[in-house]
């Protein structure tokens, strides 16, 4: 599997078990919730920046989202 589907069905997986919404996420990292969506589909490709903001939004260390 690609990583960067390996990466969406990690923070979607992270986002479902903080219990929080793909909008409340959305709004927690300050993104779109259509952006949201494109990353947690593997049809967005999220910079080095939206990662860290991911990471920090879902409080995990960003090495997690990577981590099968």
């Known amino acids: 599997m690609p990583l960067r589907k390996r990466f969406s069905h990690k923070v979607a997986a992270l986002r ?6 793909q909008e ?4 927690r990292c300050g993104f779109a919730r259509s952006y949201m969506s494109r990353i947690e589909r593997g049809k967005g490709n ?19 989202l990577f981590e099968d």
């Open 24 to 27: 409340a996420f959305a709004d």
């Open 16 to 21: 479902r078990k903080a219990g929080l919404s």
């Open 46 to 64: 999220p910079s080095l920046d939206a990662i860290e903001t991911l990471a920090s939004g879902l409080r995990v260390p960003v090495n997690e």
